[in-house]
């Protein structure tokens, strides 16, 4: 199978290569999935300079947030084969096939395109775990969110919002507000 490969770690990201690779197979708790879209997230460039706090020994296979089609599933997974998922891994999205935690994957919706749920997860994981998780918001209270036209800052537009908070929004320039409007 095909997979975007980092041979070595560095600043200029000349050791990233398209190569062949063995098909993994899925270990208990996991499940491979055939990947139709994978997003990059800001993460991924720096683990690929040794930057990022999770530091993969090379060679490893780059990407983390992805969407597809459950593969095959190893012991103790209730997913089954033909199910769409979005969700995470470490590192390995950005290849034909990628070994996840079962419980890093989620049911895509109908209405969703296989893109959009590659989109998410990095960007609403990082928002929910801030603000609920860690901040603890509640309805009514007030939150600011500085960049929120960025991807983790519309995500945390969005859980603001679902958990009835009063939202602010905060971003650089007219262009990135009329996105906001959108």
């Known amino acids: 199978m095909r997979a975007v490969v980092c041979e070595a770690l560095g600043q200029d990201f000349s050791r990233v290569a398209l190569n062949d ?5 899925p270990g208990e708790g996991e499940v491979r999935v055939r990947v139709e879209a994978a997003s990059l997230n800001f993460p ?13 020994t090379p060679p490893f296979t780059v990407g983390m947030d992805l969407a597809g089609v459950v593969d095959a599933v190893g012991a103790g997974v209730a997913m089954q084969p033909g199910q769409r998922v979005a969700g995470g891994t470490k590192t390995g999205a950005f290849a034909d096939y990628a ?8 049911p895509v919706p109908e209405a969703m395109s ?16 801030s603000l609920v998780e860690r901040g ?5 209270e007030t939150l600011l969110v500085h960049g929120a036209s960025g991807g983790v800052g519309m995500a945390s537009l969005d859980v603001g919002r679902i958990l ?6 905060t971003t650089a320039s007219p262009e990135k507000a009329d996105a906001l409007k959108a």
Do not use: R, W
């Open 164 to 169: 009835g908070a009063n939202v602010i929004a």
């Open 114 to 129: 296989t893109s959009q749920a590659a989109a998410y997860p990095a960007a609403y994981t990082t928002a929910y775990v």
């Open 44 to 56: 991924d460039l720096l683990m690929l300079k040794g930057e990022y706090q999770f530091k993969p």
């Open 21 to 25: 690779i063995l098909l993994p197979e």
């Open 136 to 140: 603890q918001l509640q309805s009514g």
């Open 99 to 106: 070994i996840c935690p079962a419980a890093s994957l989620h």
